[in-house]
């Protein structure tokens, strides 16, 4: 798979990184690899969001797609420095 484009805004910082969990599926039962193969392109813009309760991880970061669905998480060593 490849990294996502990264494009330089003034006012964000740009981390370069693999979306990782992405052979999971979602809570809805929704596969995670079947909505990256429908909505993921080189310039898709991508959002994130927090999931303080996740039970694995309190730093955990979802990458969502714009329908809102869910496509992995953002590594946990990166989600932590986000944190």
Do not use: C
């Not at 003034?10 to 979306?19: C, G, L, N, R, Y």
């Not at 079947?34 to 990458?63: F, G, Q, W």
């Amino acid at each position: 798979m490849k990294m996502a484009k990264v494009i330089k805004l003034p006012s964000a910082f740009v981390i370069e990184t693999k979306v990782v969990g992405v052979s999971k599926p979602n809570d809805d039962g929704s596969s995670m690899q079947a909505i990256i193969k429908e909505h993921v392109k080189e310039d898709t813009k991508l959002s994130i969001e927090r999931e303080p309760n996740n039970p694995y991880d309190e730093n955990a970061v979802r990458v969502k797609v714009a329908s809102g669905q869910m496509i992995g998480y953002l590594p946990k060593e990166i989600a932590a420095k986000l944190q």
